[in-house]
């Protein structure tokens, strides 16, 4: 088994191309602050799950890493009440992918 079999990596990374397509649409004046943030931390979501899987053997490593990961979705569903304050997703999209990031939180820990 590999990292990519996890369902929480699974669901990450498709979490995390949601974001991404839908933060294209962003303005312009965001793309280095809630777009770059949005996209950073959905991204690091999986990124701290497949280094945690490396480290599992080590439990306080990999604890440490999953907790990362968990730290990242809470700030990824943090950009994303940003993004609904600013008008930039609407209702519908915020209630789309919120139920998802709490999902992958729930997985990971």
């Known amino acids: 088994m590999k990292f990519q079999d996890l369902l929480a ?3 990450g990374f498709d979490l995390a191309m949601k974001i ?3 933060s294209k649409s962003f303005p312009k004046e965001e793309t280095y602050s809630l777009t770059d943030q949005i996209r950073r931390s959905s991204r690091s979501v999986c990124a701290n799950m497949a280094e945690a899987y490396k480290k ?3 439990q306080k ?3 440490s890493k ?3 990961s968990d730290a ?3 700030e990824t569903q943090t950009w994303l009440e940003f993004a609904l304050a600013c008008e930039y997703i609407n209702q519908e999209t915020f209630e789309e992918l919120t139920p998802d990031s709490i999902e992958i939180g729930k997985l990971t820990i």
Do not use: A
């Open 72 to 74: 990242e979705n809470s």
């Open 66 to 68: 999953l907790t990362d």
């Open 9 to 11: 990596y699974k669901k």
């Open 56 to 58: 599992r053997l080590y």
């Open 61 to 63: 490593l990999f604890i």
């Open 20 to 22: 991404f397509n839908i």
